[in-house]
């Protein structure tokens, strides 16, 4: 089966679900990355003393780094406007991740929910345009390749999610909207790991995130337009193909 995730930035599949691409690559499934921009415009170039276009190239290869450790099928990264997809046209953008979909055919897709977990604008607009490319193109009889839009989230467990210093307030799900509850093994959590680390210019957020201690071995995700109760044990699960 194929699998397409679709994220705006270098490191939100680390930050995210990279040890459950990790684990559906080991099952056999392709397992395909697309990065909407270069990120750039991380504040990281001040710190580095390099331009936007510098630091994209750099952040480039380590997300190549990051494809070899997660063992992914394939890894596209476009050059949208980093930290300004907001005030990009969304047609064009729907356009253009349709055109995407239909040419890798892939069964299931999978990007961030509503809230986008951070609240980032970036997050926001990558679920909009994400889920009314899927929907239009689910609306063409040709295209039931399509079987599933799913969104990679964090639960709510009752405590709001941020770091000591203020790094970033994250945003959750409320568990009735779980649908998939993903166990992965302790490879596949050192996995995520090891793709954190390929981020070798962002070793310093993630250090003040902290986000090593808040990976979690399970894996909880969001179907569209779908209810599962109890939660599936993986995102390919009660598919009619």
């Not at 957020?205 to 779908?226: A, L, P, W």
């Amino acid at each position: 089966m194929k699998i397409l995730y679709i994220f705006p930035h270098p490191d939100d599949e680390s930050f995210g679900p990279a040890g459950a691409m990790y684990a559906q690559s080991q099952e056999g499934h392709e397992v395909h990355l697309l990065t909407l921009t270069k990120g750039g415009a991380t504040k990281e170039r001040f710190r580095l003393g390099l331009s936007v276009e510098e630091m994209g190239e750099i952040r480039v290869f380590e997300m190549q780094e990051v494809a070899k450790v997660l063992n992914l099928s394939s890894l596209n990264i476009w050059d949208w406007t980093d930290n300004g997809m907001q005030d990009m046209e969304p047609r064009s953008m729907e356009k253009e991740i349709a055109n995407f979909i239909l040419e890798l055919k892939p069964q299931i897709i999978v990007t961030y929910p509503v809230h986008g977990i951070s609240g980032f604008h970036d997050h926001l607009v990558c679920h909009a345009i994400v889920k009314r490319a899927f929907l239009d193109l689910k609306d063409n009889a040709e295209n039931q390749f399509l079987k599933r839009l799913a969104f990679f989230t964090i639960i709510d467990n009752g405590s709001p999610t941020f770091s000591p210093e203020g790094f970033v307030r994250m945003r959750h799900s409320v568990e009735e909207r779980i649908d998939c509850e993903l166990n992965i093994s302790d490879e596949a959590f050192q996995k995520n790991l090891d793709a954190l680390d390929c981020y070798k210019t962002y070793q310093a957020v993630i250090e003040i995130s902290r986000i090593k201690e808040k990976i979690s071995k399970t894996v909880h995700y969001e179907f569209y337009n779908e209810d599962f109760k109890p939660a599936l044990a993986g995102i390919d699960q009660n598919i009619v193909l």
